[in-house]
């Protein structure tokens, strides 16, 4: 096992997991078998109870676990199934040693971040490395992204613990990657000092960088890069230059122009391949129409959507279409704009703000023809316009919103269980699909696997009314509603689950293929 180490100076925010990720499609087109590892230094346990309005969306792994959203893009750049052991968490090290300390497995030894942390998190990381493929095949390489800034205090623990993995693994199977800002001042000149200091901490801390990736506005060029070998020791070629790309998915080529596969190789001591193109044909696709789709949500931020986004580009890319969205917020937008586009996503949430405002769009996009994808939240708020408008069952709400008829519940076999977290469906579940419906022709199979992130279902008591009103669940798991759609209309389709998190570039999603389609079909907007 040979590991990419990544670590992260100056300032958050960087893109460091971009370039991780990257750096793993770069090999992987090479033909090696790469993992990915996220090590993620706040005490929470997992992501799951974090509010993505601060820290992005919560991305679901099929295992069920929940996740910080650079797990998926590790598994969009290098398309692989990551587990709960692919992100560590310092709440999930602790954990496990002070569970140990009660079981008495130290036998009387003062328990200490060096060596009783430090050796838990080598073992995690191993563990996580070590993890088959599906196919029983392992990893050749394994990323291991060290998130935060060198110099954080919860940092500290992962550090030291990669430092002494450099010493007990062959030199040949350890590189580590430093990924910095490269300002530039008013006057345009690129500034290395903060490089210069972050490079200092990791030496503090026993850490050598063989390869700095300078992020920066603009291409690095080779003076600024002479400087940077000067003061940071290592060799000018190791200097890569990672100007913000247009497309994050243009990454690997950018960097693999600047040559880094050439040194990781002499680093890692990898034979030389030529890569395939395939990710790169993708990318470079030409866009021949373009779409516009309003997402109808109550979180501002973007980056509550990234897979959602990433699934509406991938099936873009597949069908030359560049999808442009408009964020509208459920709460303020205008009813009347909604005809300015030619589809409407709603897409998952929690809680009852705005609600109201994305039922009014479903209705729109219904009665008018308009292409309508929701997704979980959204196809129960499917449901609920359809048993008010068309089911006659006018206080239609769900069990999460408060008093009326619940047509979406907890179903009972889950009441009783008061943890919030306990009443969760997480991670895959299969979907039987009926056969001659849409999501049979966007499938083209009878059974899917998707994964799941909600507690609430489709009311078993109103299928029948809701079913005789024209609507059709054309695929369940047992008596759980996984899809619904609405014959007669050009595309109405909705997903109890989220296709979004098994969307690969070079695998867009069948529900998000159908549904940028039947945007282009539609076209209103230029
Ligand atoms: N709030 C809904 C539920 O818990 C939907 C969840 C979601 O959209 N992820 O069932």
Not at 160 to 169: K, L, S, T
Not at 250 to 262: L, T
């Amino acid at each position: 096992m040979k590991y990419i180490i990544v670590t992260g100076g100056v300032m958050s925010g960087l893109g460091k997991g971009i370039t991780a990720a990257s750096v793993g499609r770069i090999l992987k087109n090479r033909g090696y078998r790469v993992t990915a590892v996220k090590i993620d230094p706040y005490l929470n346990i997992d992501a799951g109870t974090m509010n993505p309005a601060q820290h992005g969306e919560v991305f679901v792994l099929k295992d069920g676990s929940e996740v910080d959203l650079d797990l998926g893009n590790y598994e969009r750049f290098l398309d692989i199934e990551l587990t709960a052991s692919h992100n560590i968490t310092t709440g999930k090290v602790y954990r496990t040693v002070i569970q140990k300390e009660r079981r008495g497995d130290f036998l009387g030894e003062t328990v200490q971040i060096i060596p009783h942390i430090t050796d838990q998190i080598k073992t995690c990381i191993r563990q996580a490395a070590e993890e088959e493929f599906p196919d029983g095949t392992k990893a050749d390489i394994c990323l291991v992204e060290v998130g935060g800034t060198v110099g954080d205090i919860e940092s500290m623990p992962f550090l030291e613990a990669i430092r002494q993995m450099r010493g007990e693994i062959p030199p040949h199977d350890y590189v580590l990657i430093h990924v910095t800002l490269i300002p530039e001042d008013t006057m345009g000149d690129m500034k290395t000092k903060p490089t210069q200091h972050s490079v200092k901490a990791l030496r503090e801390l026993g850490l050598h960088a063989e390869i700095i990736v300078g992020r920066s506005a603009n291409p690095i060029g080779a003076g600024t890069k002479r400087k940077i070998s000067a003061f940071c020791d290592l060799p000018q070629n190791a200097v890569i230059s990672a100007a913000t790309a247009p497309d994050t998915y243009a990454v690997p080529m950018e960097m693999e122009k600047e040559g880094i596969a050439d040194v990781l190789s002499a680093h890692l001591g990898l034979d030389r391949r030529e890569a395939d193109t395939t990710w790169y044909r993708i990318v470079n696709r030409e866009y021949t129409n373009r779409v516009t789709v309003a997402i109808v949500s109550k979180y501002g931020i973007e980056d509550v959507y990234i897979s959602i986004k990433e699934s509406l580009k991938h099936a873009g890319r597949a069908l030359s279409t560049e999808v442009k969205i408009a964020w509208l917020d459920a709460e303020r937008y205008e009813r009347c704009s909604l005809k300015d586009y030619d589809g409407i996503l709603i897409p998952g949430g929690f809680g009852k703000r705005g609600i109201e405002g994305k039922i009014e769009a479903i209705r729109f996009a219904r009665e008018n023809n308009t292409p309508f994808l929701g997704l979980c939240l959204g196809f129960q708020l499917a449901t609920v316009e359809y048993a008010r408008n068309k089911a006659g069952i006018a206080d239609a709400t769900s069990e999460e919103f408060g008093e009326g008829t619940h047509v979406i519940a907890i179903l009972p076999e889950q009441e009783g269980v008061n943890d919030l977290g306990g009443t969760m469906r997480l991670g895959n579940y299969t979907a039987d699909i009926r056969e001659g419906t849409l999501a049979n022709r966007l499938y083209g199979q009878k059974q899917i696997v998707e994964r799941h992130r909600h507690r609430y279902e489709v009311n078993p008591a109103h299928i029948d009314r809701l079913e005789k009103a024209g609507l059709v669940f054309s695929a369940t798991n047992k008596n759980r509603m996984e899809c619904l759609e609405l014959p007669g209309h050009p595309f109405f389709f909705a997903t109890q689950f989220h296709p979004e998190f098994r969307s690969r570039p070079t695998r867009p999603s069948p529900p998000y293929l159908g549904f940028v389609e039947a945007c282009r079909a539609n076209k209103r907007t230029s």
